[in-house]
């Protein structure tokens, strides 16, 4: 099992950017594909990006393609999200996920969870 600790979110003005983290402990890091996740009030919780063990393959959800950035850094067991140029639409709470295997972007895919970070961009 892994254990999965979000970091980073806050409060930014439209256009502004915010790193998020992940850190991982417990079982080996680079076993697992590795997500970013969110659900806004009222929303089911939708797929932002996912990235493989190895860091090579990075899918992206349209609405965030272009500003958003996904990475690992498997020595430290943390995987990291940066997002540039922030709308309103992107606050929500934001939750990291892991599963075995291959990546995918259906969450309900995922056996492990973060608590979840709130990410709030005001107009």
């Known amino acids: 099992q892994v254990q999965l600790v979000e970091s980073g979110g806050g409060l930014v003005q439209a256009g502004g950017s915010l790193t998020l983290s992940c850190a991982a402990s417990g079982d080996t890091f680079s076993n697992y594909a590795m997500g970013w996740f969110r659900q806004a009030p009222g929303k089911e919780r939708e797929f932002v990006a996912v990235?493989?063990?190895?860091?090579?393959?990075?899918p992206y959800a349209d609405s965030v393609k272009g500003r958003f950035t996904i990475s690992r850094d498997n020595a430290k067991k943390t995987m990291y999200l940066q997002m540039n140029n922030l709308k309103p639409e992107d606050t929500a709470v934001y939750y990291c996920?892991?599963?075995?295997?291959?990546?995918?972007?259906?969450?309900?895919?995922?056996?492990?969870w973060g608590q979840g970070t709130q990410v709030t961009v005001s107009s």
């Open positions: 996920a892991a599963k075995l295997l291959l990546a995918t972007t259906w969450p309900i895919k995922y056996n492990f």
């Open positions: 990235i493989s063990q190895s860091g090579d393959d990075t």
